[in-house]
């Protein structure tokens, strides 16, 4: 994802295989949470070029083969963090950044038919939530529990529930939201 000429083929190889690129999806990530005072330099910029980085470069390369096409759907991956989150200021920067990234392609690209938008899930159980609890020294079925007391579906939310929201963003339904965020966190 940090890699701009890996990216740029990797892109290369799907529109060479496939005749063209229609939708990017966006949702590498990684998590090195810590305090600000004892955040590393490495840690900060790991962090924010894999999610932050990453996605830019995956658009930059997207968007050469959609703009002669005046056709495409990008959706990248935030997160409710973006808002702000203990622990995470190197993550919930990058996911900002991520929907300020949105929000500005969607008006670059938006005049060539290309819809940029974001979602920004609230806690999901992945393998990489699940390693944050054991770093945490946490039990995955109380952590979770205590999770889904505090959201209005009292559940967390599975993998499926965000896929659903990014196929709407990527099909023809969805072709007049440009350059939104939206939630999927089981309530406001």
């Known amino acids: 994802m940090t890699d701009a000429g890996a990216v740029d083929k990797t892109i290369g190889d799907i529109a060479s295989r496939f005749g063209r690129v229609d939708m990017l999806v966006t949702c590498a990530g990684v998590t090195r949470d810590n305090l600000i005072h004892r955040l590393s330099i490495d840690d900060w910029t790991m962090v924010v070029d894999t999610h932050l980085t990453g ?4 658009a930059r390369a ?3 083969l959609m703009v002669p096409a005046r056709s495409g759907r990008m959706v990248f991956v935030s997160s409710g963090a973006a808002r702000g989150n203990p622990g995470q200021a190197n993550y919930a920067s990058a996911k900002a950044g991520i929907e300020g990234l ?3 392609l969607a008006i670059e690209l938006g005049r060539f038919g290309i819809c940029v938008n974001a979602v920004a899930p609230g806690f999901v159980d992945t393998e990489m939530a699940r390693a944050a609890a054991d770093r945490a020294g946490l039990d995955w079925s109380e952590f979770t529990s205590r999770i889904a007391d ?3 579906l009292g559940r967390i939310a599975a993998p499926d529930d965000i896929a659903g929201v990014v196929a709407f963003l990527c099909g023809d339904d969805a072709r007049f939201v440009n350059g939104q965020t939206i939630s999927v966190r089981g309530g406001p």
């Open 102 to 104: 949105a929000r500005t």
């Open 62 to 64: 997207a968007q050469r």
């Open 55 to 58: 996605t830019f470069l995956c």
């Open 150 to 152: 505090s959201t209005p």
